[in-house]
């Protein structure tokens, strides 16, 4: 869709698409809080249905290809809406207004409520966080299935429903930018709240002292529940240092970094 199409999402459990367009549509129309002119104009041309409870996270696939959506529903938690605009242009009609789920995900691999999706910047996977609490992988190709699961036998997340982990409204992943590794929030291990970046190598996680496993690491210093993280979008290079010695190592680092990080 070349970037070009806005979704939103709601608790009336619904997903609604918008195109930006050169005509305001009335019913649409923005600037509520003044009378001065439309800056932009974008127009309702879906209302995606497959929800039945709200709707608390979306992302985009890179190439904007599918949308993925995952509700506090357990009959339908995790929809897979295919752009489907190439076949049938923008423009609502009567017989593509209303959008029907190309794919339902987690209704048997989460046993609980899933709060949060984040997808692939390599387009190949689709992540998925829940309340069991686990981390699902998905295939975002052919059967769309599973492809590995993270969950409390993995050592970075703690089985209590009484948590105030399970108590957070959302669960927001990431991935990196590259793709290496995907940070899962409200994971604990010795009970420290942490996030837990969890590798693409085999999507394996740092529970135990000297693991080996590549791009795994878990960040601490939250005294509550983490419930959302954020890549940058950039990947950053090392500074060359100076005299052999950067500026930072020549000053004191007070914080302490605990034995699990």
Not at 62 to 90: A, E, N, Q, T, Y
Request: glycine share 6%; proline share 4%.
């Amino acid at each position: 869709t070349s970037h070009t199409i806005l979704a939103s999402a709601g608790d009336d459990s619904h997903v609604i698409l918008y195109a930006q367009s050169a005509t305001a549509n009335l019913s649409l129309s923005g600037n509520l809080m003044d009378t001065s002119d439309n800056v932009e104009n974008w127009n309702r041309i879906r209302i995606c249905r497959g929800h039945n409870l709200d709707v608390v996270g979306l992302a985009w696939a890179p190439d904007d290809s599918h949308l993925i959506s995952c509700s506090l529903d357990s009959d339908s938690p995790i929809c897979v809406w295919r752009m489907d605009f190439d076949k049938h242009g923008h423009t609502p009609n009567a017989s593509n207004t209303i959008m029907q789920p190309y794919k339902i995900l987690g209704v048997k691999e989460h046993t609980s409520t899933v709060k949060g999706v984040a997808f692939d910047p390599a387009g190949k996977y689709v992540a998925s966080s829940g309340d069991d609490p686990s981390l699902c992988i998905w295939r975002a190709f052919d059967d769309w299935g599973l492809e590995s699961r993270v969950d409390s036998t993995s050592g970075i997340f703690q089985q209590d429903v009484q948590s105030l982990a399970n108590l957070s409204m959302f669960r927001r992943i990431s991935f990196a930018p590259d793709g290496t590794h995907v940070c899962a929030t409200n994971a604990m291990l010795r009970k420290k709240n942490i996030a837990a970046m969890v590798s693409r190598d085999g999507w394996g996680v740092s529970a135990k002292k000297n693991s080996n496993v590549a791009g795994a690491a878990n960040l601490v210093g939250h005294k509550q529940p983490v419930v959302s993280s954020r890549h940058c979008p950039y990947l950053f290079g090392k500074l060359e240092e100076e005299n052999g010695n950067s500026e930072m190592a020549n000053k004191e680092d007070k914080d302490v970094e605990p034995e699990y990080s």
